[in-house]
């Protein structure tokens, strides 16, 4: 079954009944065209194609996120909008954006990533302009990663991953829990006030006044 679904913000379409072995077909195929966004639970499997408004958003919570980990000094690898997908889960998806910063010593010299082995990463950035029609939260659960930045057109949600395999909603990141998440909104809600240069140029004197000698 199909069921398409678009708006001014994204594009989706969901198509059921699709076995592991087309989904990985499509990944492959679909490698040449990274705008495409797949989503597969269990049969169930949504192809996103974000608008300028999605990808105006995760670049800079992005930049955000580079910044500060740039300017404290924070070791830090991105990993993009990566496939990460495990055959035995039947699960599998593309954040937005991705970093690995506890587990980055463990993926440093890494040029390919395998969840069999490597651990998953840190922190995911996931927006959602228009709602996805799959609980993407139960395939990052299911994938590990124990963070999530989501972002619904308005307002940042963090989520981390309980000790019973939910999502809770905090105050405080784990994965970059110096960083005061107000701040970071701060940021995206002055989005069409201000130019991004001067957003990041200002978000940067904050870090510097607040983490002297960093």
């Known amino acids: 079954m199909i069921r398409a679904s678009s708006s001014s913000a994204e594009q989706r379409i969901v198509l059921r009944g699709v076995s592991w072995h087309t989904y990985e077909r499509l990944v492959d195929e679909l490698e040449a065209h990274p705008g495409v966004r797949l989503t597969y ?29 740039l300017e404290l000094g924070i070791p830090l690898k991105s990993g993009g909008s990566t496939t990460f997908k495990r ?61 999530v930045w989501r972002h619904d057109g308005t307002t940042l949600h963090v989520l981390t991953l309980g000790e019973a395999g939910d999502y809770e909603e905090v105050e405080r990141s784990r994965a970059l ?27 940067q004197l904050w870090a510097r006044r607040s983490f002297p000698g960093s």
């Open 41 to 69: 639970l269990r049969g169930t499997l949504e192809l996103m194609t974000p608008s300028f408004s999605h990808d105006w958003i995760k670049t800079l919570l992005g930049r955000v996120i580079e910044a500060f980990t």
């Open 177 to 203: 829990p110096s960083l005061p998440l107000v701040e970071v909104a701060r940021v995206l809600d002055r989005r069409e006030e201000l130019d991004e240069t001067s957003l990041l140029r200002e978000f």
């Open 87 to 147: 055959a035995d889960l039947e699960k599998g998806l593309e954040p937005d954006e991705c970093y690995w910063v506890q587990n980055e010593p463990r993926v440093r010299h890494k040029s390919e990533i395998d969840l069999a082995v490597d651990p998953p990463p840190d922190l995911a950035v996931e927006v959602e302009v228009s709602r996805s029609s799959l609980d993407k939260l139960t395939v990052y659960a299911a994938l590990g990663v124990r963070e």
